[in-house]
């Protein structure tokens, strides 16, 4: 039994409890308290940290690569596929603001796009598609030329089987886990409190209030709830059009002589690799098993990290000797669309979710709309 104290401070009925202490739930709790200081809220997390994306990404600071922009533009259209470059862009921006650059790692190293021969796509189209991407982009990133071919860095950096180079300057790096860091404790010092260890198995409205049935044998009460599990909504909210999606990464040991710095892509976004301290880390692959990959469970397995060993060995690092340090996977939240699925989705109920694998970048202005329209 939990003692009075506890009952009247840790466990005492809040304005708002935020499920989900990732990224979105973080901002979503910084922007809330910004608006109105005298909110009480609360965050609940089921696990000791965020255990989905949010520490188990590959830490880009990017908002789309050529190839991926245009898959988009042809499957949401031009307009949908602006709105979300610029939510990621505005985000990214957000969290420079926020935060130093030494303490979250960040780094405006640049990032580049691989175009190899299997993907078929010529000089003069790569060429035309970067024009009329860069025309559309200028109003958001502000540059005449966001993107920019750089064939003359491919040998430089020891690509082999790479017909082209894609640079764009305004991507960075970031240390994940320190940024998550840094946002818990800055809601914690506005006076947020964050429960970890606490799963919900159920909530309705009671009374007026909205009541979380939970593992502890104590209920919380709230005025409102925001759920921010990502690809974990889905367990909560069976309605929501939100699927899992594995992402599976590794890393090198140290490599005595890495010739390039920054983020790279691939084959619309669907590999991704950057410099770790002298390593290399590189994930994605789930486009070879899109259905095995649409899962919760956080194993690796020997398909896309042989896959991903492969694209390492034979295109990233060819003929160098390397070891393996790191394996991990963590679980981005998809669906039918791109964009983040932000609604009331009854009285008091909110969700704020599904971040595509672009969770870093979205989730402040995702936060932004959090505030907007909970309070």
């Known amino acids: 039994m939990f003692s009075i104290w506890e009952k009247e401070s840790f466990y005492a009925p809040k304005d708002i409890v935020i499920v989900g202490s990732g990224f979105v739930g973080l901002w979503s709790a910084y922007f809330l308290k910004k608006k109105d200081p005298s909110l009480s809220i609360t965050i609940i997390d089921r696990g000791i940290i965020p255990t989905g994306a949010s520490t188990r990404n590959a830490g880009f600071s990017c908002f789309g690569s050529v190839t991926e922009l245009m898959a988009d533009t042809l ?151 925001l759920v921010c599990t990502n690809a974990f909504a889905k367990q909560l909210l069976p309605d929501l059009d939100v699927e899992p999606a594995r992402g599976q990464i590794l890393v090198t040991s140290p490599l005595p002589s890495l010739k390039w710095k920054g983020t790279f892509h691939y084959d619309e976004g669907f590999y991704y690799f950057r410099d770790l301290h002298n390593r290399v880390l590189l994930g994605g692959a789930r486009n070879k098993a899109f ?70 970048a979205l989730a402040p202005q995702v936060g932004k709309w959090v505030a907007k329209n909970m309070i």
């Open 291 to 360: 259905e095995a990959e649409h899962t919760y469970d956080l194993s690796t397995t020997a398909l896309i990290q042989d896959e991903l060993e492969r694209f390492l060995r034979e295109v990233i690092l060819p003929g160098q000797d390397l070891q393996i340090e790191y394996r991990w996977s963590g679980i981005m939240g998809t669906g039918g669309e791109k964009k983040p699925v932000l609604r009331e989705l009854s009285q008091n109920i909110f969700c704020a979710v599904r971040m595509g694998g672009m969770g870093v």
């Open 75 to 225: 499957n949401i259209g031009e307009d949908k596929m602006l709105e979300l470059v610029e939510m990621r862009y505005r985000g990214l921006k957000r969290i420079r603001k926020t935060f130093r650059s030494s303490d979250i790692a960040y780094e405006e190293a640049g990032g580049y796009e691989l175009v190899t021969p299997y993907q078929g796509i010529g000089i003069n189209l790569l060429r035309s598609n970067i024009d009329w991407l860069n025309q559309r982009l200028k109003g958001i990133t502000g540059k005449t030329k966001t993107f920019q071919v750089s064939d003359s860095k491919i040998s430089q950096f020891g690509f082999r089987e790479v017909n082209h180079l894609i640079e764009n300057k305004l991507e960075g790096e970031l240390h994940s886990g320190k940024l998550c860091q840094k946002l818990l404790q800055l809601v914690q010092s506005l006076g947020v409190t964050v429960l970890n260890n606490i799963e919900i198995k159920h909530f309705g409205h009671v009374n007026g209030r909205i009541e979380l049935e939970t593992n502890v044998p104590t209920n919380l009460y709230c005025n409102k709830l």
